[in-house]
């Protein structure tokens, strides 16, 4: 592990300091709130301790803005795909009570049913909205606080935002998640496979002898049930299954932003810095779709997402590969431009191998401005790691935001500088007419 030269840093060593052991401080007291999933109580205390810590540390006004969030969806829709599956086969074992005729056609339902009611609640699984009125809401809530040095509300100002989630992610009910997912993974999709192939099966032969009847309603049963198991047990809805977030992205947000809020010479006239801290994110994105939705005057700012920073292996995010969709190319290389010239290696997140799309399955936080056309990118640190988050990675993330910050908000002006010295190099050049001969 290489340990981050201080000297580097774009931060003051007594600022660098105070931001670490704020961030040390506030991550440990957000750990009163482990089991903070969507529209929880957990959630909402931890968006009110949010909120009233950031007002103390930047002296700047923070609010609570509420929302409706459904909980359960993204992840929490992959329960009942287990439920569903779990009345296919109930539908299929019925169709044994009939004759010929009818037993095909029950189990034709059960197989029309399977298939469309799958697709259905897949596409709440993945975030769709389409069936969404089947779910349950709650309300969530974003913490928002903006600064600027400027009071003129009719004033042009660019505007630079920091990203970070509070809410926790749903869990699984059995205590290893990683050994239950990779279970998953792989029963889930051969069991539906084979129980459509049963069902096509059963409706070509028949059901009429004995040895007919025992094949097909013995491995169905046994693949059936396996994965309709393994597929409702794979998230929990429970709160005290929860997977906590560590509150390390929104303590370093909350200390970026509070950087600039202090140190205002730090912040050019005409920007304005904004934080954001995220409820209901882990289902479905929620709380970014919300707060894009809420303010169409922020469509053309620059935003930087942090998430799941858990280990030490920061990257960067320039697309989502499952969506399709491209993060800014400019946040990008300004992130990891401030990475070099403080001496840390920053890579970018992969998505070559199935597994590596499948990590970022969910999405990122980013994918709601994106989809709006703001410019935006996430930092994440999950993946394999050889030692756990320490205070030496929190100095290099810390700093690397900050950096981030001032090289966003520094390029206009680098623009028009350059802009003002080729307009004065113009006015100096003498002109001559020049007469054909």
Same mark, same amino acid.
């Given at each position: 592990?290489?340990?981050?030269?201080?000297?580097?840093?774009?931060?003051?060593?007594?600022?660098?300091?105070?931001?670490?052991?704020?961030?040390?401080?506030?991550?440990?007291?957000?750990?009163?709130?482990?089991?903070?999933?969507?529209?929880?109580?957990?959630?909402?205390?931890?968006?009110?301790?949010?909120?009233?810590?950031?007002?103390?540390?930047?002296?700047?006004?923070?609010?609570?803005?509420?929302?409706?969030?459904?909980?359960?969806?993204?992840?929490?829709?992959?329960?009942?795909?287990?439920?569903?599956?779990?009345?296919?086969?109930?539908?299929?074992?019925?169709?044994?009570?009939?004759?010929?005729?009818?037993?095909?056609?029950?189990?034709?339902?059960?197989?029309?049913?399977?298939?469309?009611?799958?697709?259905?609640?897949?596409?709440?699984?993945?975030?769709?909205?389409?069936?969404?009125?089947?779910?349950?809401?709650?309300?969530?809530?974003?913490?928002?606080?903006?600064?600027?040095?400027?009071?003129?509300?009719?004033?042009?100002?660019?505007?630079?935002?920091?990203?970070?989630?509070?809410?926790?992610?749903?869990?699984?009910?059995?205590?290893?998640?990683?050994?239950?997912?990779?279970?998953?993974?792989?029963?889930?999709?051969?069991?539906?496979?084979?129980?459509?192939?049963?069902?096509?099966?059963?409706?070509?032969?028949?059901?009429?002898?004995?040895?007919?009847?025992?094949? &097909? +309603?013995? *491995?169905?049963?046994?693949?059936?049930?396996?994965? %309709?198991? /393994?597929?409702?047990?794979?998230? @929990?809805?429970?709160?005290?299954?929860?997977?906590?977030?560590?509150?390390?992205?929104?303590?370093?947000?909350?200390?970026?932003?509070?950087?600039?809020?202090?140190?205002?010479?730090?912040?050019?006239?005409?920007?304005?810095?904004?934080?954001?801290?995220?409820?209901?994110?882990?289902?479905?994105?929620?709380?970014?779709?919300?707060?894009?939705?809420?303010?169409?005057?922020?469509?053309?700012?620059?935003?930087?997402?942090?998430?799941?920073?858990?280990?030490?292996?920061?990257?960067?995010?320039?697309?989502?590969?499952?969506?399709?969709?491209?993060?800014?190319?400019?946040?990008?290389?300004?992130?990891?431009?401030?990475?070099?010239?403080?001496?840390?290696?920053?890579?970018?997140?992969?998505?070559?191998?199935?597994?590596?799309? &499948? +990590?970022? *399955?969910?999405?990122?936080?980013?994918?709601?401005? %994106?989809? /709006?056309?703001?410019?935006?990118? @996430?930092?994440?640190?999950?993946?394999?790691?050889?030692?756990?988050?320490?205070?030496?990675?929190?100095?290099?993330?810390?700093?690397?935001?900050?950096?981030?910050?001032?090289?966003?908000?520094?390029?206009?002006?680098?623009?028009?500088?350059?802009?003002?010295?080729?307009?004065?190099?113009?006015?100096?050049?003498?002109?001559?007419?020049?007469?054909?001969?």
């Amino acid at each position: 592990m290489e340990t981050f030269d201080v000297t580097k840093s774009v931060i003051s060593a007594e600022d660098l300091l105070d931001g670490v052991d704020f961030i040390d401080e506030f991550s440990n007291e957000l750990s009163q709130y482990p089991n903070r999933l969507t529209g929880s109580e957990q959630e909402t205390a931890c968006a009110r301790a949010i909120r009233n810590r950031l007002h103390d540390e930047s002296e700047v006004k923070t609010r609570l803005e509420a929302y409706y969030a459904t909980p359960m969806l993204g992840r929490g829709a992959l329960a009942f795909v287990g439920v569903w599956y779990l009345a296919s086969l109930v539908l299929y074992y019925i169709s044994f009570a009939g004759g010929r005729v009818g037993g095909a056609l029950l189990t034709a339902l059960a197989l029309v049913a399977f298939v469309s009611g799958s697709i259905a609640f897949m596409s709440l699984f993945f975030g769709k909205k389409t069936f969404a009125g089947l779910l349950g809401k709650r309300v969530s809530y974003n913490v928002v606080s903006e600064f600027s040095k400027s009071n003129d509300k009719t004033a042009k100002q660019r505007t630079f935002i920091i990203v970070d989630n509070h809410d926790a992610k749903l869990g699984g009910f059995f205590g290893d998640f990683g050994v239950f997912r990779k279970l998953t993974i792989l029963v889930a999709p051969i069991s539906a496979f084979l129980f459509v192939l049963f069902c096509i099966i059963k409706m070509a032969v028949g059901f009429d002898t004995i040895p007919k009847i025992t094949a &097909l +309603a013995v *491995l169905p049963a046994i693949f059936g049930l396996l994965g %309709a198991f /393994a597929i409702f047990t794979h998230y @929990s809805p429970f709160v005290r299954h929860a997977r906590q977030n560590n509150g390390v992205a929104t303590s370093v947000a909350m200390a970026t932003y509070a950087y600039f809020a202090e140190n205002s010479d730090k912040l050019p006239d005409d920007a304005k810095i904004v934080y954001v801290s995220l409820g209901g994110e882990n289902s479905a994105h929620g709380g970014s779709q919300a707060f894009v939705r809420s303010h169409p005057e922020y469509s053309d700012a620059k935003v930087l997402c942090l998430q799941y920073i858990r280990s030490s292996n920061v990257q960067i995010a320039e697309c989502d590969s499952v969506r399709n969709i491209k993060f800014s190319t400019p946040i990008v290389s300004m992130v990891r431009s401030s990475a070099h010239e403080q001496g840390v290696e920053i890579g970018v997140v992969s998505h070559d191998t199935p597994k590596q799309k &499948l +990590a970022s *399955l969910h999405g990122y936080t980013s994918n709601a401005f %994106a989809t /709006a056309g703001i410019e935006t990118a @996430s930092l994440v640190a999950t993946g394999d790691t050889d030692h756990v988050l320490d205070r030496n990675d929190v100095e290099k993330l810390f700093s690397i935001t900050v950096g981030a910050f001032e090289k966003l908000m520094a390029e206009k002006q680098e623009v028009k500088h350059i802009e003002e010295e080729t307009a004065s190099k113009s006015s100096d050049m003498e002109i001559k007419d020049v007469k054909g001969k």
